[in-house]
């Protein structure tokens, strides 16, 4: 099968659309099919996937939408594109419409319940998934809701069951991609003095206040023991790793949980305001919103998380129940092919 990936990545919606459909991309590419994107041109987009050695094709950044749905039809021809996902946040998913007249699979991934008649596939793996679909309204869609079907990097699939933990040696700090929110300083700032586990420090490669965060890590080394993490592609081994971690709750928090990492998480949007609760309500994570976030409220989580092992246990026992996985995505696409 040959794949067309459209979605983006810049300041106001973060990296996760693109990362996400890169994810799938590898797997989709280790059962020989292949792999093209379609982005914005964003630089925090272009940074991630010049990473890998998909090939890509790029947009003007104030394209219109009428225009934008001609390129993925030109595209999607040229390539001859058996199937065409769709990850779309900046634009309502009813504005592409028209891309039903393609002769390929429409396959969409979305966190709201705007999705259209003639779409192949709908994924949402948000934990309210399940609820907001009228399904029976869609009666040629098939439907892969919650977070099992969340788009990982395979080691994460494969990643053997945590064991409990007595001790906190390692705090694994990552705040997402982009970071929009710059809730990595506000953490870093926040860290009490008199901490002895190690703290890393994850600084993404679209991260556009890398100096000032620096500067700070810098400035607070002769307090914490505190180190950065930078050029990685995953996190897998620091996750694995890690004791606890503090966290935005975007695709990070599925790797984190589905690895069973106690953590503390901070929702930024509001579809992941549901995620957290969702998170809180199983007992797999400490969250708060952005709202409710201050240095109290942090240190009050972060203390909970360090001083207490039968609640680190408990989080890493309910959140790898939780996120079992379900891999079947792929193989439907490929037996809907065969048909």
């Not at 990595?184 to 991260?207: M, Q, R, Y």
């Not at 897998?236 to 949980?257: H, N, Q, R």
Request: charged share 30%.
């Amino acid at each position: 099968m040959n794949f067309l990936f459209r979605a983006d990545a810049n300041h106001g919606i973060g990296s996760g659309d693109v990362r996400t459909l890169v994810n799938f991309a590898y797997k989709a590419e280790e059962r020989g099919h292949v792999c093209t994107f379609l982005l914005r041109d964003y630089w925090q987009g272009r940074t991630i996937v010049e990473k890998h050695h998909f090939e890509s094709v790029f947009l003007k950044e104030d394209i219109s939408v009428e225009n934008e749905i001609e390129e993925i039809k030109r595209v999607a021809r040229e390539k001859k594109i058996d199937g065409l996902f769709l990850e779309i946040t900046e634009r309502s998913l009813l504005l592409y419409e028209p891309l039903k007249e393609l002769d390929t699979l429409l396959c969409t991934v979305v966190f709201d319940n705007e999705i259209f008649n003639g779409l192949d596939v709908v994924v949402n793996w948000d934990t309210e998934a399940e609820r907001i679909f009228e399904k029976q309204n869609y009666p040629d869609t098939q439907f892969f809701l919650g977070p099992r079907y969340v788009f990982l990097d395979k080691n994460f699939e494969k990643a053997a069951q945590r064991k409990e933990r007595n001790e906190v040696r390692d705090i694994l700090l990552t705040t997402g991609g982009v970071d929009e929110n710059r809730l990595a300083l506000k953490f870093i700032e926040w860290l009490p003095t008199n901490l002895s586990a190690k703290v890393s420090v994850v600084i993404s490669d679209v991260c556009d206040y890398e100096k000032e965060l620096k500067d700070l890590i810098n400035k607070r080394k002769n307090e914490v023991n505190i180190e950065i993490l930078q050029g990685r592609n995953s996190l897998f081994d620091e996750m694995v790793k890690t004791d606890i971690a503090i966290s935005s709750a975007g695709l990070t928090s599925f790797e984190l949980l589905t690895l069973g990492v106690p953590s503390f998480m901070v929702a930024v949007f509001e579809h992941q305001e549901k995620r957290c609760e969702h998170y809180h309500a199983k007992g797999a994570a400490i969250c708060c919103t952005l709202a409710e976030l201050n240095k109290g409220v942090f240190l009050e989580n972060l203390n909970a998380l360090l001083n207490s092992v039968d609640v680190r246990n408990k989080l890493t026992r309910n959140a790898q129940e939780l996120f079992q996985r379900n891999n079947t995505l792929l193989e439907y696409l490929e037996g809907k092919m065969k048909t």
